[in-house]
């Protein structure tokens, strides 16, 4: 079996559990440490034909971290393809799970297993606190409806102000975003990298959770350390 993955986290969870197959993987996956894989490139603009190069028996798409036109170029040429999307935890287990299978391995790894039980009793606060997360800024992206990292967030005690929003990713004016008065703005340091001098100082006399980005928007490995990981991130905000 030949794997190309296209999607960061998928590549670490194929590299952790039949590292073998792994034959490709984008610029931008750089997990397991010392990944020696073929690279094709971006998530949003892979060269096709490198991908086609490594005669990939299967290729991992993500519906938002790719391109529809990428995985229909590539079923036309012959290629099955696995194209993932999960909004919630729960879904991402189920598809890690289903992915696993496809794999060919008869059963489930220890880090998807530890993933399971990590998110069956995840910590939560005593009160959740209302929140904005903004992913990038200039112009200031956030965090809206129907978002993996916004079930992440809600599991963990943050009420996320704009997740009746109708679009997933709101684009709101600074002052909009400080009109909702929130008791915490919760800062990634991916997509855009926020960090202490950068981000904080928007949202004066608002505590600022500085939190890791991997853990929160990527769905594989990372999944066993998220809750305790961003759990204490959050609760050094308070």
């Avoid at 036109?69 to 729960?90: H, I, M, N, Q, W």
């Avoid at 769905?219 to 350390?225: F, H, I, K, Q, R």
Wanted: charged share 25%; aromatic share 6%.
């Amino acid at each position: 079996m030949r794997v190309v993955s296209l999607v960061p986290s998928l590549t670490e969870a194929v590299a952790l559990t039949r590292p073998e197959v792994l034959v490709g993987a984008t610029d931008w996956c750089t997990r397991p440490a010392g990944l020696d894989v073929a690279r094709v490139g971006g998530s949003k603009y892979p060269d096709l034909d490198r991908v086609l190069a490594l005669r990939p028996d299967l290729v991992l798409l993500n519906e938002e971290e790719n391109r529809r036109a990428d995985a229909d170029a590539l079923a036309a040429a012959g290629v099955p393809v696995r194209v993932t999307f999960p909004r919630t935890v729960p879904e991402a287990l189920t598809q890690l799970g289903e992915l696993v299978a496809a794999l060919g391995v008869p059963t489930e790894p220890e880090w998807l297993r530890a993933a399971r039980r990590a998110w069956a009793e995840p910590p939560v606060p005593a009160a959740p606190r209302a929140a904005v997360v903004p992913v990038w800024r200039r112009p200031w992206v956030v965090l809206g409806r129907d978002t993996f990292a916004g079930d992440v967030l809600r599991r963990l005690g943050v009420a996320n102000q704009w997740a009746t929003h109708d679009e997933r990713y709101p684009r709101p004016s600074l002052a909009e975003l400080r009109a909702r008065q929130p008791d915490l703005v919760v800062l990634p340091d991916e997509p855009y990298r926020f960090t202490a001098e950068d981000g904080p100082e928007a949202f004066p006399g608002v505590p600022a959770a500085l939190i890791s980005g991997r853990h929160l928007t990527w769905y594989g490995p990372s999944l066993t350390a998220a809750p305790r990981l961003l759990a204490a991130q959050l609760a050094r905000a308070a």
